[in-house]
C-alpha cells in the first residue's frame, strides 16, 4: 500500500523466547484476531471503526517511539507514554460510553461536555500518529483543514459561518461522516486483508519468485537489467500495491543489477521508481486510494481492479519500450548469460503462483475483496509446505504477524486521520464551491480544467502520501469532472492516475527517495530522472476520458479495438520521447510521432483524428523500418537527422 515506511519484507524476529516478550508483536495479534473475527461476524460501524483505529494508534505509538536531538531521552520516553496512555484513556471512555453514542441522535442529542474533552485529545494524538508515520506535510494539511472549518467566516471569498467546538466533535467522532467516516471503513473493510496476504506471501517466498521469474523471462534481451525491474515491479504490484513497498523489496535486487550492466546510478534508482510505482495501478490489489474508490463510490472492488487493467498494462508496455529504446540507443543494461543462468530455476517454484491466482480466482468469482484476500492468505500456508525448502517456522509466523500489524497501522492512521478533511470539505460546502470555481477557471472547458487537475494532483501528491492525494482531489475536483459530462468512474480515475504519478515528482518523490537510498544516490536527481521518464505513460488518463471504453465500460469488442488504439499511439510517444528507432532520430522527426500520439490519444475511438494520428504514426515508423534514410530533417534545408549520413556522389 501507499505509505511512506511500509515495507513488504517480513522483519527479523528476537531469537527463541524474547519473541514473546514483544508487546508490539501482541498488539498486532489483538488487531489480527479482531479483523479476522468481524470478517466472519461483522460489528456496527461505530464498534469496529474506533476499535481498530486505536489499535493502529497503539501500534503506532509502539513503533515509532519519538526521536527528537534536541530532547533527552528520558523526556522522549515519557512523551511515548504520555500519548499511549492518552490513547488508553480515549479507549475506555469510548467504551463506557459506546451505548450513548451507538443511539443518540445527531443534531439533536447534546454533545456533552467529556466529548469535547476527549474528543480535542483523540484529535491531537490522531495528530501525532500522522506526524509519526507520514511526516509534517499532512499534518499541516490537515491543520490548515481544521482552521479553516473554525475561522472560514473572515474570508472575504469561500467562506461559511464556521463550525463551534461541539459541532466539530459531533461531525468528527460522534458519527460516521469524519473520522470514523469512509476512509477508517476502507481500512478496516480492504486494506488490512491485503497487508495481510502480501506479507505472508513475500514471507513464503513469493516476491523472490516474481523477481526470478523477470530475469528468466526478460534477462537475455537487450537491456535485460531494465526490463526486469518493469517485468519484476509489474509482477511485484499485482500483491503489493505500494511505490516504496515494490521499490524495497525489488529495488535492492534490480539496481544493483542495472548498475552491473553499465546503467548509471541514478538512471537505475529512476528506472526502478518509475516501475515501482506503476504497482498502485496494477490490479488485482492495486493501492490504498483504489479501496478508497470502491468505498467513495459505493461499487464492488472487482468492479475497480477491472476497470484497472488496461491502464496498467498500458502504463508498463509504454515503460517496456523506453527502457528498451533507450538500452538499444546507448548500450547499456544488457545482462551477462551467466547472471540469468545463475538464477535458482523457476519451475520447481511455480507452485508459489497458486495464492495470487485463488486471490484472482474469488475476485471472478464474486467473491468480496477482503474474503478472496483471506482465503488467498490461507492458502499461503499449505502452498509453503509443498517443497521442503519453502517451510515456514513458527518465528517466521510470529514475524508475519508483527508485520502485519505494523503496516497496517502506519496505514490505518493517516487515513482515518484524512477523514477530517473529508468531513470539513463536505459539511462546509467547500467541495462543491471549489468545483465551481474550478470550471471557471478552466474557461468552462473540459480540457482547460483536466490540466488544472493535473497540475492540482501533482502538487497535492508532491508532498502527500497518494491516498491522502486522491482523497482531497475526488472530494475537489471529480465533481467538476463529471459536470463537464465526465463519467464517475472515469473521473476518479483521472485523478488517481495522477496522484499516484505524482510518487516520482520532486521535490518530495517518494518512490525516487526510496529507490535513491539503495542505489546511494541524489534523491533530487534520482527524482528528476524518473519524472522525465513518466511522461511516456502522462497521457493514458485523456485516452479513457476520450473512451471509457478503456476502463472496461461497454461492449467487448470496443474494449479491444480502443486497448489498440491506446498501444499504438503510447509507443508512437515512447519513440518520440527517447529520440531513437533502429537510429537515433532527429528532432522533425520525433515531434511528427509525439504530436501524432497525442492526437490518437486524446481523440475518441474512431474518431478521424484518431484514425489520422496513428496511420500517419505507424506508416512512418513503417518506412523508417523498410529505410532508414526515411526523415523529416531531410525536408529542412542544413539539417540534418542524427544517424543519417549523406549519400556519397559519384563521379562518373
Same mark, same amino acid.
Given at each position: ?108 442529542? @447534546? ?44 474570508? @472575504? ?142 461499487? @464492488? ?40 543462468e545463475n538464477v535458482e530455476p523457476v519451475l520447481p517454484r511455480l507452485h508459489l503462483l497458486l495464492p495470487p491466482l485463488v486471490l484472482i480466482g474469488c475476485m471472478i468469482m464474486e467473491y468480496s475483496a477482503q474474503t478472496a484476500a483471506m482465503y488467498a492468505t490461507i492458502a499461503c500456508f499449505p502452498v509453503a509446505f509443498i517443497r521442503k525448502a519453502d517451510w515456514i517456522k513458527p518465528r517466521q ?81 471529480? @465533481? ?173
Amino acid at each position: 500500500m501507499d505509505n511512506s515506511h511500509d515495507e513488504i519484507i517480513v522483519s527479523p524476529m528476537p531469537a527463541g523466547w524474547r519473541a514473546l516478550t514483544d508487546i508490539r508483536l501482541w498488539f498486532g495479534l489483538v488487531l489480527v484476531a479482531f479483523q479476522y473475527y468481524i470478517l466472519i461476524h461483522p460489528q456496527p460501524p461505530l464498534v469496529q471503526r474506533p476499535i481498530h483505529l486505536l489499535l493502529a494508534l497503539l501500534l503506532v505509538f509502539l513503533w515509532k517511539p519519538l526521536e527528537l536531538p534536541r530532547l533527552p531521552k528520558w523526556l522522549c520516553r515519557a512523551a511515548d507514554i504520555a500519548v499511549i496512555g492518552g490513547t488508553i484513556a480515549f479507549s475506555v471512555y469510548y467504551w463506557l460510553s459506546l451505548t450513548r453514542i451507538e443511539t443518540r441522535i445527531e443534531n439533536v442529542d @447534546p454533545v456533552l461536555t467529556q466529548d469535547v474533552i476527549f474528543g480535542i485529545l483523540f484529535v491531537l494524538l490522531l495528530i501525532e500518529g500522522v506526524r509519526r508515520t507520514t511526516g509534517m506535510i499532512l499534518v499541516w494539511v490537515i491543520l490548515g483543514f481544521l482552521a479553516y472549518g473554525a475561522f472560514a467566516y473572515v474570508l @472575504p471569498v469561500g467562506g461559511f459561518r464556521g463550525f463551534g467546538l461541539e459541532e466539530y466533535v459531533e461531525i468528527l467522532l460522534l458519527t460516521t461522516s469524519g473520522i470514523l467516516g469512509v476512509t477508517t471503513e476502507t481500512s478496516v473493510t480492504f486494506v488490512f486483508y491485503f497487508i495481510a496476504f502480501g506479507v505472508v506471501y513475500a514471507a513464503i517466498g513469493g516476491g523472490k519468485l516474481f523477481i526470478d521469474l523477470a530475469i528468466r523471462l526478460v534477462g537475455r534481451a537487450t537491456g535485460g537489467s531494465q526490463k526486469v525491474a518493469v517485468v519484476g515491479s509489474s509482477l511485484m504490484g499485482t500483491i503489493s500495491g505500494s511505490a516504496v513497498a515494490n521499490v524495497a523489496a525489488v529495488g535492492v535486487f534490480t539496481i544493483p543489477l542495472m548498475r552491473k550492466s553499465g546503467v548509471s546510478g541514478d538512471r537505475a534508482a529512476a528506472t526502478e521508481a518509475i516501475a515501482s510505482t506503476g504497482g498502485q495501478l496494477m490490479p488485482p490489489v492495486m493501492g490504498v486510494a483504489a479501496f478508497v474508490m470502491a468505498e467513495l463510490l459505493g461499487i @464492488p472492488y472487482a468492479k475497480i481492479a477491472l476497470a484497472g487493467v488496461i491502464p496498467a498494462v498500458a502504463y508498463y508496455v509504454a515503460l517496456y519500450m523506453l527502457v528498451d529504446l533507450n538500452a538499444r540507443k546507448t548500450g547499456t543494461g544488457t545482462l551477462p548469460a551467466e547472471t540469468v543462468e545463475n538464477v535458482e530455476p523457476v519451475l520447481p517454484r511455480l507452485h508459489l503462483l497458486l495464492p495470487p491466482l485463488v486471490l484472482i480466482g474469488c475476485m471472478i468469482m464474486e467473491y468480496s475483496a477482503q474474503t478472496a484476500a483471506m482465503y488467498a492468505t490461507i492458502a499461503c500456508f499449505p502452498v509453503a509446505f509443498i517443497r521442503k525448502a519453502d517451510w515456514i517456522k513458527p518465528r517466521q509466523v510470529l514475524g508475519m504477524i508483527r508485520d502485519t500489524g505494523r503496516q497496517a497501522a502506519e496505514i490505518a492512521v493517516p487515513i482515518g486521520a484524512i477523514g477530517i478533511i473529508i468531513a470539513i470539505a463536505i459539511q462546509s460546502n467547500l467541495a462543491l464551491n471549489f468545483s465551481a470555481g474550478l470550471i471557471s477557471a478552466g474557461g468552462q472547458t473540459l480540457a482547460g480544467s483536466l490540466l488544472l487537475i493535473i497540475a492540482g494532483c501533482i502538487i497535492m501528491g508532491m508532498g502527500l502520501p497518494t491516498v491522502a492525494a486522491y482523497i482531497i482531489g475526488a472530494v475537489l475536483y471529480a @465533481p467538476a469532472l463529471q459536470k463537464l459530462g465526465v463519467p464517475q468512474l472515469t473521473a476518479h480515475f483521472f485523478v488517481m492516475y495522477y496522484c499516484v504519478l505524482s510518487m516520482v515528482t520532486p521535490p518530495v518523490a517518494l518512490a525516487a527517495y526510496a529507490a535513491a537510498g539503495i542505489a546511494r544516490t541524489s534523491p533530487w536527481n534520482t527524482g528528476w530522472i524518473a519524472f522525465q521518464m513518466s511522461f511516456v505513460a502522462f497521457l493514458i488518463p485523456f485516452a479513457f476520458v476520450a473512451d471509457p471504453a478503456l476502463l472496461a465500460q461497454g461492449p467487448i469488442l470496443n474494449i479491444i479495438v480502443a486497448s489498440i488504439g491506446l498501444f499504438i499511439p503510447t509507443a508512437l510517444w515512447a519513440v518520440g520521447l527517447t529520440g531513437y528507432f533502429r537510429r537515433d532520430i532527429g528532432w522533425p522527426d520525433r515531434i511528427l510521432l509525439m504530436v501524432c500520439g497525442v492526437v490518437a490519444i486524446v481523440a475518441p475511438t474512431g474518431a478521424m483524428p484518431w484514425w489520422l494520428g496513428n496511420g500517419v504514426g505507424v506508416a512512418f515508423l513503417a518506412l523508417n523500418w523498410r529505410f532508414p534514410v526515411v526523415s523529416l530533417s531531410t525536408l529542412i534545408p542544413g539539417f540534418r537527422a542524427p544517424g543519417v549520413t549523406e549519400p556519397k556522389s559519384v563521379e562518373g
